[in-house]
């Protein structure tokens, strides 16, 4: 059994270990044959990581590149720049931004 | 001014648009009777047995908190209560009603939309759980629905669909702006439409029809307030893309009305994500 991530899931893979969900309710179960798409689909809710059956090879290092600060600044401000002259919008902004910028630091 | 296209006669001549399942109507109507056991009404969800299974699947599912716990509808239903379970079928046969792929549409991701369209419905539920309403199962149908307008033109009218979607992307405005410019009619509008066909309750209705302008909404005004806000926080959040890349304003008098100028926004933000997370088992049914 291999760990991969979710984005290397290709088609015909089997999963080795079941997927579970937040408060541990199995979303795929051990045996399921994977596709690629349903490997978006578990990147859409979250999940980064399944275990397929087969050997066991060297991965790169998982997800090196975590977003700066800077650029987490600048991707929200392009989302906001037409509202952001709104002072509940601003608000909003320095919401998500603080938000965003302290689950990433964890 | 350019002369705007008109895409509403052509969506008021669809012939093919999706329907309910008729255990609906029979619900609604056993429901009304307040001498209506929950067998009786576990006996009308079991005559359509696929939607039968996917309420049992949902009932299960870690959303409604009981996980693999409930094996029968009318167990669900003592369990759960009738209204409750009522939401349940009215979703599953919403996902059921669109079930299936149009299409291809260059620059649109169906899967992302759906994604958008759960996460705003978790979202909805989210800040009506935070600011103390009754009203938090319905909010959640509310916000999954609230874009059904865009998949109807999706389904029916993909080309115009296309170029809306271009309009946004190459002028970096909402989808909803490019639908203001270009056609005689909204998602909004066509929403409520199929909204109003679907004789869905009055609350889900104009959530549908009046999410991007919430002030001309003039009754059940609490839902289309969460769902307008429900939208823009899921956008900001990147949950999903229903079709642009861009935040509507916040209609700050909704804001201000729901108590969430001064409410703890981290906390709302934490909700939100845990609602979502919970809510993983409804892409199963897309």
């Known amino acids: ?106 | 001014m350019s002369a705007r296209k008109s895409l509403k006669s052509k969506l008021e001549n669809i012939s093919n648009l999706p329907t309910l399942p008729t255990v609906i109507d029979r619900i609604t109507k056993l429901l009304q009777n307040p001498k209506t056991s929950a067998e009786e009404i576990g006996k009308a969800i079991t005559t359509d047995q696929a939607l039968a299974s996917k309420v049992l699947k949902l009932v299960n599912s870690a959303f409604y908190g009981f996980p693999g716990k409930i094996s029968t509808i009318t167990h669900a239903i003592v369990i759960l209560g009738f209204a409750t379970v009522k939401n349940i079928v009215l979703t599953a046969s919403i996902f059921d009603a669109f079930r299936g792929k149009g299409k291809n549409v260059t620059g649109f991701d169906l899967e992302q939309f759906w994604f958008h369209s759960i996460a705003c419905g978790a979202a909805s539920q989210s800040i009506a759980k935070h600011i103390g309403s009754t009203e938090k199962e319905e909010c959640f149908i509310a916000g999954l629905i609230h874009d059904i307008g865009k998949l109807i033109i999706y389904r029916n009218l993909p080309e115009d669909f296309e170029s809306l979607l271009k309009h946004s992307k190459d002028n970096s405005v909402l989808f909803y702006q490019s639908e203001t410019e270009l056609f005689d009619i909204t998602h909004q509008e066509a929403g409520g439409m199929l909204a109003e066909k679907w004789n869905l309750p009055k609350n889900l209705r104009n959530a549908v029809l009046y999410h991007h302008t919430p002030s001309q909404n003039r009754d059940y005004y609490l839902t289309t307030a969460i769902v307008h806000c429900a939208d823009i926080i899921v956008r900001a959040f990147d949950y999903g893309n229903g079709g642009d890349n861009r935040i509507p304003c916040i209609n700050e008098n909704v804001w201000k009305n729901l108590g969430l100028d001064d409410t703890n926004l981290a906390a709302l933000f934490e909700s939100i994500e845990d609602e979502i997370k919970k809510a993983t088992v409804f892409i199963q049914l897309t």
């Open chain 1, 1 to 106: 059994m291999k760990k991969i991530s979710a984005e290397k899931i290709e088609d015909g893979m089997v999963l080795g270990r079941d997927v579970c969900g937040a408060s541990g309710s199995i979303l795929l179960s051990k045996g399921s044959s994977l596709s690629q798409s349903m490997g978006r689909r578990l990147i859409n809710w979250g999940i980064s990581f399944v275990y397929v059956e087969g050997e066991e090879v060297h991965e790169q290092e998982e997800n090196s590149a975590t977003t700066s600060p800077e650029e987490l600044r600048s991707q929200l401000m392009e989302k906001f720049s037409n509202t952001i002259n709104n002072p509940i919008m601003k608000k909003l902004f320095v919401a998500v931004y603080q938000y965003k910028l302290q689950k990433s630091s964890k």
